[in-house]
């Protein structure tokens, strides 16, 4: 059997560092929007994706891939915001055995609404921190880390489309 590659020092401290935030970060995300929204941040994300589609409609199965939610966790997702009247299933024109999810026009205005406060967390926590070349290495290093997690571009980033 192979040595373990142990992590150097320096390695281990970016390492330990990177976890903190994939521990920390999520509960700001969602504690802010909880407050103000009364959405989780997967709920907001997913209408946030959905706003993004043309006609801000998308196959569950493309929801599903672009939010990483496996189809049983987002139709339960998507139940709770039908429930509330952001959200609509109805079946695909193009393919009577899938069904599409679409964005009402009170989900549309919930995600307008609820925008500018998330922007205002994620500015707060993560961006205003970093200068401009710190932002420019945060988005080439995720970068490189997401081509090795998600290597057929299931998440594909906004800005990057």
Known sequence: MDDPRWLTP???HSWIRLVSVVELL???LDAQLQRDAELTHFE???LARLSEAPKRTLRMTALSAATN??????SHVIARLERRGFVERTPCLEDRRATNSSLTELGW????ETAPG?????????????DQSDVAD???IMGRILSRLDPTNRLRSWGAE
């Open 10 to 12: 320096e390695q281990l």
């Open 26 to 28: 999520p509960s700001i």
């Open 44 to 46: 907001y994300f997913t």
């Open 69 to 74: 939610a496996s189809l049983a966790r987002l």
């Open 109 to 112: 205005r919930k995600v307008v």
């Open 118 to 130: 998330h922007v205002a967390t994620v500015r707060d926590s993560v961006i205003d921190v970093l």
């Open 138 to 140: 945060l988005d080439r």
